[in-house]
């Protein structure tokens, strides 16, 4: 029973994208230090060039431009032990406003008021109003690092909910070609995701239409692991991955003249199972993230 609660427990965020972070990083007194993330970098290869005329796809944004965007992320985890009942352990929606600021290092966001389904976690949510974050971005458009600084009284819920949701958004995001394409290109972006199990992340991304710098771009995202073997957190022991299957797709709007994308939504899900080679014990996972971008 010991071991059961204990797999339960650390299997809680699996298939969430998060990042390892030390403990002065999760102390009270430093929620108000900002705390800079590395991302990983992608490799873009070019499928299909697409129709004439072609044109290299590069955000075109100048220093002092401003976006007004809402980021909503809602995760679900329904995990199983063995032939025990299934257990629900999503955590709650979070919709987050942000107002974006091009600047000559990157991008810098100012976080709304950010709400959530659950009336708890939306009361502290309150209190990392006014909030920043930002990023940094490569040539093709791809974040190479993820900047936080929290509220100075940010709760400790508010600040691990916020900081999950950009992960997502983060991982989520897309990257442009090297080369130049048009309308019907088809292009793949390679990417290992940081996250309780490391993942090599293929997404396939298709320009399906492009208005002046508005392009509209479908996603298809599988996501496998690195390894067959899971390594718990906090040497705790390790578990056999059985079966790792997650897939995704959706559609987003971006402008190269603005940083963020202006709307669309992604959904990635699927099941895992893991089994614990000492005891045999049986954890099967059935989850399933959505990020969605709207004005």
Not at 24 to 49: G, R, Y
Not at 104 to 130: I, M, R
Not at 260 to 277: E, H
């Given at each position: 029973?010991?071991?059961?609660?204990?797999?339960s427990?650390?299997?809680?965020?699996?298939?969430?994208?998060?990042?390892?972070?030390?403990?002065?990083?999760v102390?009270?007194s430093?929620?108000?230090?900002?705390?800079?993330?590395?991302?990983?970098?992608?490799?873009?290869?070019?499928?299909?060039?697409?129709?004439?005329?072609?044109?290299?796809?590069?955000?075109?944004?100048?220093?002092?431009?401003?976006?007004?965007?809402?980021?909503?992320?809602?995760?679900?985890?329904?995990?199983?032990?063995?032939?025990?009942?299934?257990?629900?352990?999503?955590?709650?929606?979070?919709?987050?406003?942000?107002?974006?600021?091009?600047?000559?290092?990157?991008?810098?966001?100012?976080?709304?008021?950010?709400?959530?389904?659950?009336?708890?976690?939306?009361?502290?949510?309150?209190?990392?109003?006014?909030?920043h974050?930002?990023?940094?971005?490569?040539?093709?458009g791809?974040?190479?690092?993820?900047?936080?600084?929290?509220?100075?009284?940010?709760?400790?819920?508010?600040?691990?909910?916020?900081?999950?949701?950009?992960?997502q958004?983060?991982?989520?995001?897309?990257?442009?070609?090297?080369?130049?394409?048009?309308?019907?290109?088809?292009?793949?972006?390679?990417?290992?995701?940081?996250?309780?199990?490391?993942?090599?992340?293929?997404?396939?991304?298709?320009?399906?239409?492009?208005?002046?710098?508005?392009?509209?771009?479908?996603?298809?995202?599988?996501?496998?692991?690195?390894?067959?073997?899971?390594?718990?957190p906090?040497?705790?022991?390790?578990?056999?991955?059985?079966?790792?299957?997650?897939?995704?797709?959706?559609?987003?709007?971006?402008?190269?003249?603005?940083?963020?994308?202006?709307?669309?939504?992604?959904?990635?899900?699927?099941?895992?199972?893991y089994?614990d080679?000492?005891?045999?014990?049986?954890?099967?996972?059935?989850?399933?993230?959505?990020?969605?971008?709207?004005?």
């Amino acid at each position: 029973m010991v071991l059961a609660v204990a797999l339960s427990t650390m299997a809680v965020a699996c298939g969430e994208v998060t990042e390892p972070r030390t403990e002065a990083e999760v102390e009270p007194s430093a929620l108000d230090q900002e705390i800079t993330m590395p991302i990983a970098a992608v490799v873009t290869t070019v499928l299909q060039p697409g129709a004439e005329p072609r044109e290299l796809l590069r955000r075109s944004f100048a220093v002092g431009n401003s976006q007004q965007v809402t980021l909503q992320t809602n995760h679900h985890l329904e995990q199983q032990i063995n032939n025990q009942p299934p257990h629900d352990f999503s955590p709650p929606a979070v919709t987050i406003p942000l107002t974006a600021q091009t600047g000559p290092d990157g991008v810098d966001l100012t976080l709304g008021t950010a709400t959530s389904s659950d009336p708890d976690l939306a009361q502290q949510l309150q209190s990392a109003d006014g909030s920043h974050a930002g990023f940094a971005m490569s040539e093709v458009g791809a974040i190479t690092a993820l900047r936080m600084t929290s509220a100075p009284n940010t709760s400790e819920a508010a600040r691990a909910a916020i900081e999950q949701a950009f992960y997502q958004a983060v991982y989520q995001s897309i990257a442009f070609p090297a080369n130049a394409v048009g309308e019907g290109a088809v292009w793949t972006v390679h990417q290992r995701v940081s996250s309780d199990v490391p993942l090599n992340q293929v997404t396939t991304a298709t320009l399906t239409r492009r208005a002046g710098n508005l392009l509209t771009i479908d996603l298809d995202v599988v996501q496998t692991p690195t390894s067959k073997v899971w390594d718990l957190p906090n040497s705790a022991g390790s578990l056999d991955i059985l079966d790792y299957a997650m897939h995704g797709t959706g559609t987003i709007t971006v402008d190269l003249d603005l940083p963020l994308p202006v709307s669309g939504m992604i959904t990635v899900g699927g099941r895992q199972s893991y089994r614990d080679p000492r005891s045999a014990v049986l954890l099967c996972d059935h989850t399933s993230t959505q990020v969605q971008w709207g004005r």
